[in-house]
C-alpha cells in the first residue's frame, strides 16, 4: 500500500476543490443518515469530514464504510468539494469543505473504547464534543496511548517539544554544547532518597539513579567545556505528593569563566522565548531580591509579585507601648509586621477576622495569635484599639498608609521567622480569598543571596550544596554564629510564587572547599567516602564556574496552563508514583533476586548491609499498650509473620484495585441529628452508676495511677 | 445440664409470661442489671447498666430472656459457646449469637438446626459489646424459621442512636408468607464443585437435588475469588478489632493490673492480662496493618468494595446465592487460632465482609453422617424474602425428613 500521495487532513482547505486525495488517520466520529455516512477523519494534524454516499463509490465502498467504527485506522481516497451553503462546521478548520470518498480501506479496526476521543462536534451550533477531561485520571493513564490521541493532548506534547527545540537552539546560539552524563551513578548529596540499582557483578553493591548531574556537570568545567547544558532525567525518591513525579526532566546547564550576571542575562533572554511558545509575554528584566528581602516583605522564599500587600514592618512603633503584649515581644528582641489589605473592609467582617482569622486560620500558619484593625472615618477600629495611645494609632496609620476601607492584619512573635512565616502564608490566603491575584499575569523575580548554611540537628548544613560559593572567603570555620551569618552566591529563578529553578556560582578552589566541610562538621574520611573522585577534579586547575537548572516539567505546566504536571508528560506516573499503564512498580521473578545476590523472602528478610530493624512485637506491644507475656510470645510472634504474608498478599491484588476507593462501611453511615437533644448531664452520671462498674473511684473521678511519671 | 449453658438466669420470678418466646442471649448483650463480661476477663465483673435496644425490644414485645449462654472471649469465633445447645436442649426456643464471620451461622449447623444473620444496618447495635463494627450483627439460631420471623419482627424497629441504621420502613415478616407458588431461582458459584473435597462435593450434590426437586432453578454465577474474601475480612475485621478493644482500659470498667507506677504500665499490664491469647494475636495482627502496613488496610478496603460490586451484581436476578455452611473438616467450636477460625468459617465469611443477610438451613445437605449445611446470602435489606425462601425450603427439609 502506498502512502507517497498523502496529504494530511488539516492541510485541506477551498483551495482544494476538486483535487483528487489520499488522506490516512482514525475515525473521530461517525454519523450515519441512511443512504449517507460522514464520519470525522483524524490525523495529528487536524479533522476533515468524509462523506460517503452510495452515488460517489463503488458499492463495496459504501459497504465497508458501513463497518466503520470510532478509531478504526483507515486509508480514504476522495475528491475535495465544497459543502453545502448552510452546512459548514465552524469548529473544523477544514469545516468549509469535505472529501467525497471514492475509495476505502480498513487498515486496522479498533476495540470498543474505555472512553470518549473525539473532541470535536459533528454539527455546526451544538459546541464542543465531551471532552475526555472529566474521566477518571487512572482510566485515561492506563490507556494512555488513547489518552494521547485526543487533539488536547497532541498539543500539549506538540508545544512541549516546540520548549525543548526552543531552548536547544537558544542554548546553540550561544555556544552551548549538549553533552550526556551517567544514569548510573554514585549516590549525589541532594538530599532526598535515592532510587537504587543493584549491580549483578558486585552483588550487594548498588547504582543510585541520579538526583541531578550537579557532579559530573562541575567535572564537565574542570575538563574545559566551558559551555555546558543537558536536557535530563532526575530521580528522587521522595514522599508523595500530589504534583510530584519520581522521575523528573530538568534543563541542568553549567559555564565557566562567568558570574551572576551571565546567568540571568541568559535566561532572561531564555525564558520569555519559551513562554512565549504559550502566547505568554514575559516582560525584563527580571526584578531581583535577595533572600532577606524577599522574607522581609513576603515571608517567603518564593515570592508571589502579581499582587501587593507585602509586609510593613511596626516594629519600632511599640518600643514604648502601654499594650503589654507588644511590649513583651520588642522587649525580647522580637517583631511586629503587618498587611494592609486595601479597601476589602466590607469583605471582612469583624467576625470573619476575629473568629476565623485571628483564632482559626493564623494559628495554623504557626504564630500565636494576629491583631487586626480596619479603617473607618480616618480612625482604627478593633477590639484591642484602646490598648493604642493616639500617637501610637496616628503612627500606624501613616507606616501603613492605611485610608478608610483598609483592613490592617498585624502579626507579633519573638522570632523573626514565625512571624514573615505565618504572615506570608496569611497573605497568600487573603489574596486568593478575596480574588485579588490577577490571572493570566506572569511576574517573574530573581531571588538572591541566600544563607549559606542552616542549623540542623546536628549542627550546620549547606541550605543549597556544599560546592556554592560564599559571599566571603574569609571566616573561621569553627565559628558557628560567623558562618550562619555568610550568604550565597545563589539564586532562584521564581515565577508567581512557584520555583521554576536554582543554581549558584560553585567553589573552585579546593582550599575554600576544605574550610566549608570542616564548618559542616564532615570528617576527613567521610569527605574522601562522599566527594574523594570529585575533589580530585577540583585540585587540577578548576575555572571560576557556575550554573542552574530548570525544572522543566513545572515550567511547561505553568506555560501552558495545565492543572497538574501529568497532564504535560507523555507516561507519567499517578499520584502514588505507581504506573497504570504497565503496572510499575511490579515484582520480579525470585531468580532475578538471586543473580542479584538480595534475599527473596520479601522485604520483612534483612537485606546485606541493612540495619536490623526495631522488634515488631516489642513496637507494636508498646503502641497498643498491650503486654505479652513469655508464653504467649511465639504465638504473637507467628501471626505477625501470618500478618505480614497478607500485607504481601493483598498488595498483589494492587492492580486489580488501583483507582478505586477505600469501603469502610457497607453503605456510607449517616449521621444522624436527634429530635430534642439539648446538653445535659448523662442520667447515668447523675445517678452514678456510671461509676458502679470502675476498677477505682475517688469522688467524681475515674481513679488511675499517676499520669507524670 | 442447663447449669452448663446458661452462665446465668434470672430468678424464676422475673418470667411471669405464660407460653411467651423464650429467648437465650450472650453475656455481650447487655441485659439491666445482668452481668455482661462478654466472655472476656477485659469486662470483668460489669454489670449491665441499661438494656440494649434489641432486648428492651423483646422485652417490649413479651419475650422471656431466658438467661446468658457462655460465649469465646469476646464472641470471636466459637470456642466454649453454648448458645446453640440452649435451643437443641429446649432451654430456649431461640438464641441470639453474635455474627462477624459466621458464628450464628456454624453454631446452628453444628447443632442442626436454622441460623440466620440479618443485613447489616437492620438490627440496632446498641447494647452490643462488639468487636468489628462494620461487619458485626446480631445472629438468631432457633429450630424453626417461624420464631427466627418472630424475633425480627419484634426487633426490626429503627435506632437513632445506631450510626449504622438507616430510617427504611420497618420490614413485613409476615409469617404465612412463602415462595410456595413459584420457583425460585439459586445462583451457584461457576466451579464452586471444584472447590470442595470429594465428601463435600457429595453433600453438595444431594443438596442440590433436593433443591431442584423442591422446585428451584439453579443458575451458575459468576462470583470473585474465595481466598480474597477471607484476605480482606481478616485484615479489616484485625484493625477494627484492634481499635474497638481500645476502650477495654481497666479505667472505667473491667479487669485493673494491680497497682502501678505510672500510667503506661498500667495499660500496658491491665490490657496484657485482659486478653486471652488468642483475641491478643488477632489485636496484634490489627495494630500491624493499622501502623505498620496501613495501605495493605486500604487495599482491603478497595478489595471490599470490588467484592461487594462483583456480589451484588451476580445477585441481581437471583433469589439467593447457595453454598455449604460448613466444610469436611472445619469445626468452629475446636478452631483454637485465627488461622483456624479463617479457615473454619471460609463459607459464611463473605456475608459479613458484604453486609448481606444470610441464612443456615439444615438438612439438605448431608453427606454420611455429617450435615455440611447449605447456606444461602439474599440481598441487602431483603431479610424478609430470604426468611420466606428458608420457609420454604424448611417444608421441602421436612417432607424429605417424612419420606
Not at chain 1, 3 to 25: E, K, M, P, W, Y
Not at chain 1, 645 to 664: E, F, K, Q, S, W
Not at chain 2, 248 to 270: P, S
Request: net charge negative.
Amino acid at each position: 500500500m502506498n502512502f507517497d500521495q498523502r496529504v494530511s487532513c488539516g492541510s485541506l482547505n477551498t483551495d482544494h476543490i476538486g483535487r483528487h486525495v489520499l488522506l490516512a488517520g482514525w475515525v473521530d466520529a461517525l454519523r450515519d443518515h441512511g443512504d449517507i455516512l460522514f464520519i470525522h477523519l483524524r490525523d495529528r494534524t487536524g479533522i476533515v469530514q468524509v462523506v460517503f454516499a452510495p452515488g460517489n463509490a463503488p458499492s463495496q465502498v459504501y459497504e465497508t464504510a458501513a463497518a466503520l467504527r470510532n478509531e478504526h485506522c483507515i486509508r480514504v481516497t476522495g475528491t475535495v468539494i465544497q459543502r453545502e451553503p448552510g452546512t459548514e462546521n465552524p469548529h473544523l478548520d477544514t469545516g468549509k469543505i469535505e472529501v467525497a470518498a471514492d475509495g476505502l480501506d480498513i487498515l486496522s479496526s479498533a476495540d470498543p473504547l474505555p472512553f470518549p476521543i473525539s473532541e470535536k462536534s459533528m454539527l455546526a451550533g451544538t459546541g464542543e464534543a465531551g471532552a475526555a477531561d472529566g474521566v477518571n485520571e487512572e482510566l485515561r493513564l492506563q490507556y494512555r496511548f488513547l489518552d494521547l490521541r485526543r487533539p488536547s493532548m497532541q498539543e500539549k506534547l506538540f508545544k512541549r517539544h516546540r520548549i525543548m527545540t526552543c531552548i536547544r537552539h537558544f542554548l546553540e546560539d550561544h555556544g552551548f554544547y549538549e553533552v550526556e552524563t551517567p544514569m548510573l551513578t554514585r549516590s549525589t548529596p541532594e538530599g532526598a532518597r535515592d532510587y537504587l540499582v543493584p549491580s549483578r557483578h558486585y552483588p550487594g553493591d548498588f547504582y543510585a539513579l541520579p538526583q541531578s548531574p550537579q557532579l559530573f556537570k562541575q567535572l564537565l568545567m574542570v575538563a574545559g567545556f566551558e559551555r555546558y547544558y543537558q536536557i535530563v532525567r532526575c530521580f528522587r525518591d521522595e514522599d508523595l505528593r500530589p504534583n510530584r513525579q519520581p522521575e523528573f526532566t530538568q534543563l541542568d546547564l553549567e559555564a565557566a569563566f562567568i558570574d551572576e550576571e551571565f546567568i540571568y542575562a541568559l535566561f532572561e533572554e531564555l525564558v520569555p522565548e519559551m513562554f512565549a511558545v504559550g502566547g505568554i509575554s514575559v516582560s525584563t528584566p527580571f526584578p531581583r531580591m535577595t533572600w532577606h528581602q524577599a522574607m522581609e516583605t513576603t515571608g517567603t522564599d518564593r515570592p508571589d509579585l502579581r499582587f501587593g500587600m507585602t509586609f510593613v514592618d511596626a516594629t519600632d512603633l511599640f518600643t514604648n507601648t502601654g499594650y503589654a503584649i507588644f511590649k513583651q515581644i520588642v522587649d525580647r528582641g522580637g517583631c511586629i509586621k503587618g498587611i494592609n489589605v486595601k479597601g476589602q473592609s466590607d469583605q471582612l467582617s469583624k467576625n470573619v477576622l476575629q473568629n476565623e482569622y485571628a483564632k482559626q486560620i493564623v494559628p495554623e500558619f504557626g504564630a500565636r495569635g494576629m491583631t487586626w484593625m480596619r479603617v473607618t472615618g480616618a480612625k482604627l477600629d478593633s477590639n484591642i484599639v484602646q490598648f493604642f495611645s493616639g500617637h501610637e494609632q496616628q503612627q500606624l496609620m501613616e507606616r501603613f498608609n492605611a485610608e478608610d476601607g483598609d483592613v490592617l492584619m498585624i502579626i507579633a512573635d519573638t522570632s523573626w521567622h514565625t512571624v514573615c512565616s505565618a504572615l506570608g502564608q496569611l497573605r497568600l490566603h487573603v489574596a486568593g480569598r478575596l480574588n485579588l491575584i490577577p490571572e493570566h499575569v506572569y511576574k517573574p523575580v530573581w531571588v538572591t543571596d541566600f544563607p549559606l548554611f542552616e542549623t540542623g540537628a546536628d549542627g550546620l548544613t549547606s541550605c543549597h550544596h556544599p560546592f556554592t560559593m560564599p559571599s566571603a572567603t574569609e571566616f573561621d570555620p569553627e565559628k558557628e554564629e560567623e558562618c550562619l551569618a555568610l550568604t550565597s552566591r545563589s539564586y532562584d529563578l521564581v515565577m508567581n510564587g512557584e520555583e521554576l529553578g536554582g543554581g549558584s556560582i560553585r567553589i573552585n578552589d579546593r582550599t575554600l572547599q576544605d574550610k566549608i566541610f570542616k564548618a559542616l562538621g564532615l570528617s576527613g574520611k567521610e569527605i574522601e567516602d562522599k566527594f574523594g573522585f570529585f575533589l580530585k577534579g577540583l585540585s587540577f586547575g578548576t575555572p571560576p564556574h557556575g550554573g542552574i537548572a530548570l525544572g522543566m516539567d513545572r515550567v511547561i505546566s505553568m506555560i501552558l496552563g495545565t492543572a497538574s504536571i501529568r497532564e504535560v508528560i507523555a507516561f507519567p506516573k499517578n499520584r502514588r508514583a505507581f504506573c497504570p499503564l504497565t503496572g510499575a512498580p511490579a515484582g520480579v521473578a525470585d531468580t532475578q533476586l538471586a543473580e542479584l545476590g538480595l534475599g527473596t523472602g520479601g522485604p520483612d528478610q534483612s537485606l546485606p548491609g541493612a540495619a536490623p530493624e526495631a522488634d515488631l512485637m516489642e513496637t507494636l506491644s508498646w503502641v497498643s499498650r498491650i503486654q505479652v507475656s513469655e508464653n504467649e510470645q511465639a504465638e504473637v510472634r507467628q501471626a505477625l509473620n501470618q500478618a505480614q504474608a497478607m500485607a504481601r498478599d493483598i498488595n498483589t491484588h494492587a492492580r486489580d484495585l488501583d483507582g478505586r476507593d477505600p469501603v469502610y462501611t457497607v453503605f456510607p453511615a449517616t449521621n444522624q441529628t436527634r429530635e430534642g437533644t439539648r446538653a445535659r448531664r448523662h442520667i447515668l452520671a447523675e445517678n452514678r452508676d456510671l461509676f458502679k462498674n470502675a476498677p477505682a473511684v475517688t469522688g467524681d473521678f475515674f481513679k488511675v495511677a499517676g499520669i507524670l511519671e | 445440664m442447663e447449669s452448663s449453658v446458661f452462665s446465668f438466669t434470672p430468678s424464676p420470678s422475673d418470667h411471669p409470661v405464660e407460653n411467651a418466646l423464650r429467648v437465650a442471649v450472650q453475656p455481650n448483650m447487655s441485659c439491666r442489671g445482668w452481668p455482661a463480661d462478654a466472655g472476656s476477663k477485659a469486662l470483668e465483673n460489669y454489670t449491665a447498666l441499661e438494656d440494649a435496644f434489641v432486648i428492651a425490644q423483646l422485652k417490649q414485645a413479651n419475650a422471656v430472656i431466658a438467661g446468658t449462654t457462655c460465649m469465646s472471649e469476646l464472641g470471636f469465633g466459637l470456642v466454649n459457646d453454648t448458645g446453640a445447645r440452649a435451643v437443641t436442649e429446649d432451654l430456649a426456643d431461640a438464641a441470639l449469637i453474635t455474627d462477624y464471620i459466621g458464628e450464628s451461622r456454624a453454631a446452628a449447623a453444628k447443632a442442626g438446626i436454622f441460623g440466620f444473620k440479618p443485613s447489616w444496618g437492620r438490627m440496632s447495635r446498641r447494647g452490643l459489646a462488639g468487636l468489628v463494627p462494620s461487619m458485626e450483627t446480631w445472629g438468631i439460631t432457633a429450630r424453626r424459621v417461624s420464631e427466627i420471623r418472630q424475633i425480627m419482627q419484634m426487633v426490626c424497629v429503627f435506632d437513632d442512636q445506631d450510626f449504622s441504621m438507616r430510617p427504611e420502613p420497618l420490614p413485613d415478616f409476615d409469617l404465612s408468607r412463602s415462595f410456595q407458588n413459584q420457583a425460585p431461582v439459586i445462583g451457584v458459584a461457576q466451579g464452586y464443585e471444584q472447590r470442595l473435597n470429594p465428601n463435600e462435593a457429595r453433600a453438595w450434590n444431594t443438596a442440590l437435588s433436593a433443591l431442584k426437586t423442591a422446585g428451584c432453578e439453579i443458575r451458575p454465577v459468576h462470583l470473585p475469588d474465595p481466598g480474597l474474601f477471607s484476605l480482606a475480612h481478616h485484615i479489616i475485621a484485625a484493625v477494627e478489632a484492634s481499635s474497638s478493644a481500645g476502650k477495654y482500659d481497666g479505667v472505667r470498667y473491667g479487669h485493673r493490673t494491680d497497682a502501678c507506677a505510672d500510667w503506661n504500665q498500667m495499660y500496658l499490664k491491665t490490657r496484657g492480662e485482659s486478653f486471652g491469647t488468642l483475641i491478643k494475636t488477632f489485636l496484634f495482627q490489627g495494630a500491624y496493618f493499622q501502623f505498620q502496613q496501613y495501605e495493605a488496610f486500604e487495599q482491603a478496603c478497595r478489595a471490599r468494595g470490588k467484592l461487594m460490586d462483583q456480589t451484588l451484581t451476580a445477585l441481581a436476578d437471583l433469589d439467593g446465592i447457595a453454598g455449604l455452611t460448613l466444610g469436611e473438616h472445619s469445626d468452629p467450636p475446636a478452631a483454637q487460632t485465627i488461622e483456624d477460625i479463617y479457615e473454619g468459617f471460609g463459607f459464611t465469611l463473605p456475608a459479613n465482609l458484604t453486609g448481606l443477610p444470610a441464612v443456615h438451613i439444615p438438612g439438605l445437605a448431608r453427606h454420611g453422617r455429617k450435615d455440611f449445611g447449605v447456606h444461602i446470602m439474599g440481598k441487602l435489606f431483603k431479610d424478609p424474602d430470604l426468611l420466606a425462601l428458608a420457609r420454604f425450603l424448611e417444608t421441602v427439609t421436612s417432607k424429605a425428613g417424612a419420606a
